[in-house]
């Protein structure tokens, strides 16, 4: 058992580094992505970011906002989740899961790169308010994920072409129960994000209005 033990332990130690080194080579895709937007692209999305700023800043969101929030994030967030458990029931699915730990990658290194970019350390640290808090529970939570559906898909071949132990069904509650256990994860973030977040970034906000409200000056310092 403790050399079994051992051998579970590592698998699943190299397949927490290949996610999170498919993660981080993501984040430095959609950081670099920045880089290649039009100056237009660009004061198109300063602009969006001054009004979310100032609807932040003045509080208009209130109690409804903060609820469709949540409901919003918490089914994205599930839907994220429950997509990688569905991909890892099979390992057809492998390549897709990997592709949505890019993905997520991008979206954060882009966010952040972007923030960066434009506001300099004033969008470091709306970052840090915004993005960075929920995420620091949110991607080990994915990680987690993709290499829990890793692992029950390839034991599933295992069990099934190479060993023949039998039943897959102790696998499969092992996994879902798993997935169910970040899940619940993810609601909690999501509750973070919807009533929290918000309150992190109205302190930041009111040095970030004046710049957004000038994407054309922004961009030309560039």
């Keep these: 058992m403790p050399k079994d033990l051992r051998m579970y332990s590592k698998d699943q130690l190299s397949y927490y580094v290949f996610v999170s080194i498919l993660f981080i080579t993501g984040v430095i895709f959609g950081a670099v992505m920045v880089n290649a937007l039009t100056l237009e692209q660009k004061q198109e999305i300063v602009r ?3 009004h979310f700023f ?3 800043d003045t509080g208009a969101e209130g109690d409804v906002a903060a609820k469709q929030t949540f409901f919003q994030a918490v089914s994205l967030n599930l839907k ?3 997509l990688i458990w569905i991909l890892g029931l099979s390992v057809i699915g492998l390549p897709f899961i990997f592709a949505l730990d890019f993905i997520k990658g991008v979206l954060i290194g882009f966010s952040v790169g972007f923030m960066v970019g434009q506001f300099s350390w004033k969008g470091m640290l709306f970052a840090l308010t915004s993005i960075a808090p929920q995420n620091m529970v949110l991607i ?3 990680v987690a994920a993709s290499v829990a559906a890793m692992s029950f898909s390839i ?3 295992k069990n099934r072409f ?3 132990t039998g039943s897959v069904y102790p696998l499969f509650i092992k996994y879902s129960t798993t997935t169910l256990t970040l ?3 993810v609601v909690i973030v999501s509750l973070f994000e919807a009533y929290v977040s918000p309150i992190m970034m109205k302190w930041v906000t009111p040095y970030l209005i004046s710049l957004a409200e000038l994407p054309e000056k922004i961009v ?3």
């Design 48 to 50: 969006h970011l001054g």
């Design 54 to 56: 100032h609807t932040i």
């Design 80 to 82: 994220w989740v429950a």
């Design 140 to 142: 080990p939570v994915i």
């Design 155 to 157: 034991q599933l071949v």
């Design 162 to 164: 190479i060993q023949r």
């Design 183 to 185: 899940a619940l994860a």
């Design 220 to 222: 030309s310092l560039l």
